[in-house]
Every structure is written in C-alpha cells, then in structure tokens.
C-alpha cells in the first residue's frame, strides 16, 4: 500500500506497553516534542522514528495539557517549521499548557521571527551557546523575468481578469506593480504585527522595544540572554538534568523525591489519545476523515499536487461512506487549474449535501485553493493565511522571435479564423486577445458565483473583495470570506459538533495524503478500515 498514513498500521502491544509505563507515574512527566522541520499533515518517519502528522499532534498537545501526570511541555526545535501557519496553531498550544498551570520549556538551535513568536509565551527557552536568534524581521522577494525573456525573444501574452491578479507579472514586468505592492505589503503588516504581539506578550515588552529588538538582530545566543530574549545557554546533553530543575521548581520537593521523565508525544498519542485512553473497544465505527489537500490543482489524474480526478474519486468514496460522519478539508494551495477547481467544488458541494465538511487552510489558500474552500460548510484561517485571489489569469509564451534566432521556421494549414489561438509562434491577435478575454471574463463570473453560493455574502459584497485580490486571514474574517480564525484542531472541533458528536466523546480520525495518489488504494483502505480496523 506504501507509505503509511494512519496512526494504527504497523503499531502493536509493545510500543503500547512502552508508552503508557512511560506515563504510570502521577507526576514528574515531560511531554517531549520534537520539531525536526514543517510537519506533514499525515503521519511520517523521522530522525527519532514516527513523526506525528499535525493534527494528530494537535490532538496529543490538548490531551497532554490536562492529564494530570504531566509537569510540562518540553518543545525541541531542530530544524526550520517555514509554516506561519503550523507556527501559529502550535504558539496556541503553548499558551493552553501555560493556562492549564504546566511549565513550557523550549530547546532552540536557530529560531527565526515567526518561530520565536511562538514559543514567546513559554516558562523557559534555552539555545547552545553557538546557535543564533534570527530575529530579523520579515522579507518577501520575486523574481521577474522579464528582461531575461526579452533576451531570449520570448514574448509572453498574459490576459488576467482582476485588478489585483498578479502572477503573470513575474512574466511580464521587471519590478513590482503598485497593486502587487499594496497587497503584499498589506499582508505582510499584518503577519509582522502578529509576530510583535505574541513576543511583546510572551517576553514582557512593549511593541516598540520588540521592533526595536528586530531592528537590531540577528543574536548570537549570549547576546539573545543579554537582551533578555532567552532565558539560558543549554546544549541537548543537558535537558534531562535541566529538567529535573524545572521539575524541582514546580513541586517544590527534595531532589530526590521526584525524577523527571520525558515521555515521547508520538508514544503518548498511540498510548493514550489515539486509543481513545481505553473507554471503548477497539472495533468502533468509523467518525471523522481529514484531507490534507496541497499544492498546484490540475486537471485529470496524473501530476503532483491536487489532481482533480482523485480528488473527485477521494469525495465521491467519502460521500458515500455511510461510516464516515464528517470530513474535514486541510487545503494549502495556491490555485492552478480553473475547469479542475470547479470539478472538485463540485465534489466538495455534493459531500456536503449529505455529511458535514469544514476547512482548515494552512499557508496559502488562494484562487483555485480558494473556490476550493467555497463550497464548505465553514472555513477557519490563521490570522496570517494568504486567503483570496479570486480572479483569473492565463495565456501563452510567444516563441517566434526565438525561433528565428535559432534559425527554427514554422508552418502549416489551418481552417478556422483562431484555429492558431494556441500556437506559440506568434503572439494573439486583436480578435484572439479579446476571445481570450471573454473566457477569462466567463470563467471569473462563474469563480463570483460560486463564492457568493458558499459565502453568506451577495454578489455585490464578494466583487468588492476579489479583483484578484489576496487578504491575510484576519482581514478575510472581517470581509466575510472565512467563518473564524484558528487551525486544523479549532476546523475538527467545528466538524465533530457538525457531526453530533459530543465534546467529551472519543473518535477516530483518519487522515488521507494527497489525492494524486489515492485513487489506487483508496476503496479497499475505506473499506478495511470500516470492517474493524477502527476505534474509538
């Protein structure tokens, strides 16, 4: 079946027995957590073994942060996250440990300004002595390619519908335009903004001191402790025996009263999260499913990112699953095909006819991404998500200064006045620029409806947020465009409540890779899962 993508498979007694003696103990615990790089949204290996897929670690962090066993959270980063998203839903999960009156300890190697801002909030945060502080603010560059084009003798014809559609502007101009500029820089206030919050709140500082720290980074780590940043210099060797001071802090016994224990979060999840902390038998039906679709839309079934022939496939084997009470959609991308997104909107509409779905967006959920998203029963954002870009863009790279160049001549027959619409040997005539336009126009017209069909908004409202426009999360709450703000965990605790299922009920939830790949196992997946290999 290849890789595997539910937390069950390949997990027996022992590593079950393992887990729940590492957490026997009333007390002394330390949810340890490793962050190696960005987390995938389906279950993994890793430098240490399993790697939770996000949600699932989502999961395990809010069970953690009340089982009374545990004194804290211990977070490793090791690696880069390069996810506002996942860095947002994770800074939450720190203030819920922070709320429920465990300690946060972090362990740094590098951190960069949204990394930092979200651990801000935690007890303790210690860095080696070589790592560095990267708190350098925020830089969004790209490239444009249009004097090497012209070098070249390519000529591209791009026809965009929306003032703000920008994307062929990498083809066509050298610099930004003042409408790419004025969004970005929009977006990019309001993800900066963010970030000062949570490290104003987090470290005891006003904003301006924080921009004045930004100013002035990257840090060193002794200079990070200088500047009141961090809170010690620690290498990995050193956790456990920094722990057991932490430990010692909270309990306020004699050393030897209680041993600090850290207990693996992926371990911890199959243990006691996962097995639903062994209320219900192993054979419950099944609940929920999660879709993380990511990546370019294309049509038909072959490609990387979101194919829209297993998408439809996955949607169709979803709707019809009567053991499947919701579904919830984890989409980050940023568009791609216009005929693929409606097919899959399509899709997304008729499962939700007969079952509830809920959309969580990560990164970037933007055109094709977006009419994705449309057709949900709700949408949840992070405050930072690129959200929007409804608008159309398309056209052709006209290859004819090229070709003679290279000495390459081009000819043929043809019937038909636009029959040579797509050739690209030359450039679009007036008659075919304004054909092409009038499909973009028809196109974008259809891309309004479907908004205003899945947005309690009119059409009037929804033109006034589109043009091509793009929004941060926050902002696309107030415009109407998102439902509220939080990660995957907040879409699933929406979805199972759709799904009438109460707060304190455990249920299983199966998490899909990308849909380029399911139509091969799909079916006998769903229907071995729903025979018995489910619980609850």
Known sequence: ???????????????????????????????????????????????????????????????????????????????????????????????????????????????????????????????????????????????????????????????????????????????????????????????????????????????????????????????????????????ADELDERLQEETLKSSGQSRMARRAQRVDASLYFKAWVFRGHGKRGFRAPARLVQWAAAGQISRGASGRGISELGATQLLEALRTDASVRGVLLRIDSPGGDALASDLIHRAIERTRREKPVVVSMGDVVASGGYYMAAAADAIFAEGTTLTGSIGVVGGKMNLGELYEKLGVARDGVRRGARAGLFSEARGYSPDERMAVRREMEAIYDIFLDRVTRGRPLDRKSVEAVAQGRVWSGRRALDLGLVDDLGGPLEALQDLAGRAGLANDEHYPVLTLPRPSVLPRWISPLLSGWARGSRVS
């Open 1 to 235: 079946m290849g890789r595997r993508t539910h937390a069950w498979r390949g997990w027996g007694t022992i590593p079950r027995i393992r887990a729940r003696r590492a957490v026997q103990s009333r007390s002394g615990c330390w949810l340890d957590v490793l962050v190696d790089g960005p987390f995938a949204e389906y279950e993994t290996s890793g430098p240490e073994g399993r790697v939770l897929g996000f949600l699932d670690l989502l999961r395990t962090l809010e069970a953690g942060s009340s089982d009374p066993r545990f004194d804290g959270l211990i977070l490793r980063l090791t690696g880069r996250l390069g996810s506002f998203g996942q860095t947002a839903a994770l800074a939450r999960m720190v203030a819920r440990w922070r709320g429920s009156g465990r300690r946060v300890v972090v362990w740094a190697k590098e951190l960069s300004i949204e990394e930092y801002a979200m651990v801000a909030q935690a007890d303790t945060l210690w860095m080696p002595e070589s790592a560095e502080l990267q708190l350098i603010g925020l830089s969004i560059e790209r490239f444009f390619l249009k004097g090497l084009l012209d070098q070249l003798g390519i000529r591209p014809e791009i026809v965009h519908v929306g003032r703000y559609k920008s994307a062929g502007e990498t083809f066509t101009r050298q610099g930004m335009s003042e409408t790419e500029r004025e969004q970005i820089d929009l977006w990019q206030g309001d993800v900066f903004d963010e970030c000062v919050q949570a490290i104003a709140s987090g470290r005891g500082l006003s904003h301006n001191e924080v921009r004045d720290r930004i100013d002035q980074g990257p840090y060193p780590a002794r200079l990070a402790l200088e500047a009141g940043l961090i809170d010690g210099i620690a290498y």
